[in-house]
C-alpha cells in the first residue's frame, strides 16, 4: 500500500470520528441542538430563528475551536 493511500486511510478514519463528536458537541443525543437562543445583559433570552445568518454565526462560532483543536491534532 502507498504512503499516500495509507496517509488518506487514516485522514479519513479521522475525520469521520472527529464528525461524530462533533455531532455530539452540537446536538443532544434526541438531535435538539445545545444552543437554544441568545441572552442579552439583562438576562433576556430570544429563540434562535431560522435565518441562515445566524445559523451560520453560531455554528462557526460554536464548532471553531473544535476544528482548530482536529486541525492542531
Known amino acids: 500500500m502507498s504512503r499516500k493511500i ?3 486511510e487514516e485522514f479519513e478514519k479521522a475525520l469521520n ?4 463528536e ?3 458537541h452540537i446536538s443532544t443525543d434526541t438531535g435538539e ?3 437554544k437562543g441568545f441572552i442579552d ?3 433576556n433570552i430570544y429563540t ?3 435565518d441562515t445568518k445566524i ?3 453560531i455554528l462557526e462560532i460554536h464548532i471553531f475551536p473544535e476544528i ?3 486541525a492542531k491534532k
Request: proline share 0%; charged share 30%; glycine share 0%.
Open 6 to 8: 495509507k496517509y488518506t
Open 17 to 20: 470520528k472527529f464528525v461524530k
Open 22 to 24: 462533533l455531532k455530539e
Open 33 to 35: 441542538w445545545t444552543i
Open 41 to 43: 445583559i439583562y438576562k
Open 48 to 50: 434562535i430563528s431560522s
Open 55 to 57: 445559523v451560520s454565526k
Open 68 to 70: 482548530l483543536r482536529f
